[in-house]
C-alpha cells in the first residue's frame, strides 16, 4: 500500500517533467507540433518516435538480422512509452530502450553521415535524460550519484559525436 501511494505521487511529480521536455506524458493529439511549439517546451527526443524499419527482399542474413534487432527495440520502446503514457511506466525505462534503437540504428550503416545522424540523436536524449536527471536532483528525488550518472551519459555522447565528426573528415 505505501509502495502504491509513493508510486502514485512519484507519478504526480513526475507527469510535469515529462510535460516539460516535450510531452512525453501527453497523448500526442495533445503535444502541439514542433512548428508551433509554446516558448519555452522543448520536443521530445526524435529517438522516442522512432518506426520500424521494413526488410527488403534483397538483403542478406546480417541486414535481416540488424533490422529484425532493430525493430525490435522500436516495438519495446512503443511499448515503453505507452506505458509511460498510462503511469504504468518510469521515464528511464523509456530512455533505456531508446538508447537500445540507438545502438541498434547505429549498426545499420558505416557511412559516416548516417552514423553522425545517430549520434546527434543520442545527444539529443542524453541532454533530455540530464535535463530530468537535474530537475529531479533538485526536488530530491535522485541521489547526487544519480546526476551524475546522467552527465556522464550526456558527455560521453558529445565524446561520441566528436569522434565520429573527426572521423568522418
Same mark, same amino acid.
Not at 545527444?123 to 550519484?145: M, N, P, S, V
Given at each position: 500500500?505505501?509502495?502504491?501511494?509513493?508510486?502514485?505521487?512519484?507519478?504526480?511529480?513526475?507527469?510535469?517533467?515529462?510535460?516539460?521536455?516535450?510531452?512525453?506524458?501527453?497523448?500526442?493529439?495533445?503535444?502541439?507540433?514542433?512548428?508551433? /511549439?509554446?516558448?519555452?517546451?522543448?520536443?521530445?527526443?526524435?529517438?522516442? /518516435?522512432?518506426?520500424?524499419? &521494413?526488410?527488403?527482399?534483397?538483403?542478406?542474413?546480417?541486414? /535481416?538480422?540488424?533490422?529484425? $534487432?532493430?525493430?525490435?527495440?522500436?516495438?519495446?520502446?512503443?511499448?515503453?512509452?505507452?506505458?509511460?503514457?498510462?503511469?504504468?511506466?518510469?521515464?528511464?525505462?523509456?530512455?533505456?530502450?531508446?538508447?537500445?534503437?540507438?545502438?541498434?540504428?547505429?549498426?545499420?550503416?558505416?557511412?559516416?553521415?548516417?552514423?553522425?545522424?545517430? $549520434?546527434?540523436?543520442?545527444?539529443?536524449?542524453?541532454?533530455?535524460?540530464? &535535463?530530468?536527471?537535474?530537475?529531479?536532483?533538485?526536488?530530491? /528525488?535522485?541521489?547526487?550519484?544519480?546526476?551524475?550518472?546522467?552527465?556522464?551519459?550526456?558527455?560521453?555522447?558529445?565524446?561520441?559525436?566528436? &569522434?565520429?565528426?573527426? &572521423?568522418?573528415?
Amino acid at each position: 500500500m505505501v509502495l502504491t501511494i509513493s508510486r502514485r505521487l512519484g507519478y504526480l511529480i513526475l507527469a510535469p517533467l515529462l510535460i516539460l521536455v516535450g510531452g512525453l506524458a501527453v497523448p500526442s493529439e495533445a503535444v502541439p507540433s514542433q512548428d508551433k /511549439k509554446p516558448a519555452g517546451k522543448e520536443a521530445a527526443p526524435a529517438v522516442l /518516435k522512432a518506426e520500424p524499419l &521494413k526488410i527488403e527482399p534483397g538483403d542478406d542474413e546480417l541486414a /535481416k538480422l540488424l533490422r529484425q $534487432r532493430y525493430n525490435a527495440a522500436v516495438a519495446e520502446l512503443q511499448a515503453r512509452n505507452k506505458a509511460l503514457e498510462s503511469g504504468n511506466g518510469t521515464v528511464e525505462d523509456s530512455f533505456g530502450v531508446a538508447r537500445k534503437v540507438l545502438r541498434s540504428e547505429l549498426a545499420l550503416s558505416d557511412k559516416p553521415a548516417d552514423r553522425i545522424a545517430v $549520434r546527434e540523436k543520442h545527444l539529443e536524449l542524453e541532454q533530455a535524460a540530464e &535535463k530530468i536527471a537535474t530537475i529531479r536532483f533538485h526536488a530530491g /528525488k535522485i541521489t547526487d550519484a544519480d546526476l551524475a550518472a546522467a552527465r556522464y551519459l550526456r558527455l560521453d555522447a558529445e565524446v561520441q559525436l566528436l &569522434k565520429a565528426k573527426r &572521423k568522418a573528415k
